[in-house]
């Protein structure tokens, strides 16, 4: 099994891919989706819990984080929305617990402390799913700027979350991305000046 332990200074780390995955596909339904919501929506674990099913719409959620006080509209990744295609409409906030009742954080701890350790995962937490969003955006070629229109953070912060980031495969997507641009781009040959 992967173990991640926490960082100095009560910083914690992203969760290996492979784990995400196991909470995914094996955490029971409630805490899975509150899983996918963070991954997917890259906020902090209590504006997640927060969401409510009237921010909800024109596939977008609005969210109004708690610390910071800003006011985000995020696109519905497509994996979100197929959790929430099937989330009950138990309450007004879109993540409840087992029972039915908007998570409290600190239920929610107790239960993903509960969650992780049913499924054999190691003590990682809900605030390194927020450092995931952020590298899984960095790798599908977003920039600074869009990862913090959608995660809500300064270029500062995304930046220091982007630290870890496997440079090699940055530097894939970049290339990547360079060549499409290219290859669309009207070229012409500077040696001969035809196109």
């Given at each position: 099994?992967?173990?991640?332990?926490e960082?100095?200074?009560?910083?914690?780390?992203?969760?290996?891919?492979?784990?995400?995955?196991?909470?995914?596909?094996?955490?029971?339904p409630?805490?899975?989706?509150?899983?996918?919501?963070?991954?997917?929506?890259?906020?902090?674990?209590?504006?997640?819990?927060?969401?409510?099913?009237?921010?909800?719409?024109?596939?977008?959620?609005?969210?109004?984080?708690?610390?910071?006080?800003?006011?985000?509209?995020?696109?519905?990744?497509?994996?979100?929305k197929?959790?929430?295609?099937?989330?009950?409409?138990?309450?007004?906030?879109?993540?409840?617990?087992?029972?039915?009742?908007?998570?409290?954080?600190?239920?929610?701890?107790?239960?993903?402390?509960?969650?992780?350790?049913?499924?054999?995962?190691?003590?990682?937490?809900?605030?390194?799913?927020?450092?995931?969003?952020?590298?899984?955006?960095?790798?599908?070629?977003?920039n600074?700027?869009?990862?913090?229109?959608?995660?809500?953070?300064?270029?500062?912060?995304?930046?220091?979350?982007?630290?870890?980031?496997?440079?090699?495969?940055?530097?894939?997507?970049?290339?990547?991305?360079?060549?499409?641009?290219?290859?669309?781009?009207?070229?012409?040959?500077?040696?001969?000046?035809?196109?």
């Amino acid at each position: 099994s992967t173990s991640v332990k926490e960082l100095p200074g009560g910083e914690h780390q992203p969760w290996p891919e492979p784990l995400i995955d196991r909470w995914l596909n094996e955490a029971r339904p409630e805490a899975a989706w509150v899983g996918a919501g963070c991954i997917y929506t890259g906020q902090r674990i209590g504006d997640v819990l927060k969401m409510g099913w009237g921010a909800y719409k024109n596939n977008s959620i609005e969210v109004t984080q708690q610390k910071t006080k800003k006011s985000l509209v995020i696109p519905v990744h497509p994996e979100l929305k197929k959790v929430l295609d099937i989330v009950p409409r138990r309450s007004v906030k879109i993540f409840t617990s087992f029972s039915g009742v908007p998570w409290t954080y600190s239920r929610w701890v107790e239960v993903q402390r509960e969650e992780r350790s049913r499924i054999g995962i190691g003590r990682l937490v809900s605030h390194g799913w927020r450092k995931n969003a952020v590298i899984r955006l960095l790798h599908a070629g977003c920039n600074v700027p869009q990862v913090s229109a959608i995660t809500g953070q300064s270029h500062q912060m995304v930046e220091y979350y982007a630290k870890g980031v496997d440079q090699e495969a940055l530097a894939r997507v970049a290339m990547d991305k360079y060549a499409e641009w290219i290859e669309n781009k009207k070229v012409v040959n500077w040696r001969t000046g035809e196109n």
